[in-house]
């Protein structure tokens, strides 16, 4: 299999995502797996909280995403 080396998105280390477990962070960028783990579980209950307000909007307004307006 082809590597494909990419950029970690919390600690910056290059690795390979065919060979180690990753997770997408976002759109187009990657992690390792225990990094976004650990960075998850520093988030603040005011972040937690926020995250899972917006995701009731968007499941309410049945919206891929929330516009600037509702915002």
Same mark, same amino acid.
């Given at each position: 299999?082809a590597k494909?080396?990419v950029? !970690? #998105?919390y !600690?910056?280390? /290059?690795?390979? %995502?065919? /060979?180690? *477990?990753y997770?997408?962070a976002?759109?187009?960028?990657? %992690?390792h &797996?225990?990094c &976004?783990a &650990? %960075? @998850? %579980?520093? #988030?603040t209950?005011?972040?937690? @909280? /926020?995250e899972a =307000?917006?995701?009731? +909007? /968007?499941? =309410?307004?049945? +919206? *891929?995403k929330?516009? *600037? #307006?509702i915002?």
């Amino acid at each position: 299999m082809a590597k494909h080396i990419v950029i !970690c #998105k919390y !600690c910056g280390e /290059k690795f390979d %995502a065919n /060979k180690e *477990p990753y997770v997408m962070a976002s759109s187009r960028r990657y %992690a390792h &797996a225990s990094c &976004a783990a &650990a %960075a @998850d %579980a520093s #988030k603040t209950q005011e972040e937690r @909280d /926020k995250e899972a =307000l917006e995701a009731y +909007i /968007k499941q =309410l307004f049945n +919206i *891929p995403k929330l516009t *600037p #307006k509702i915002n």
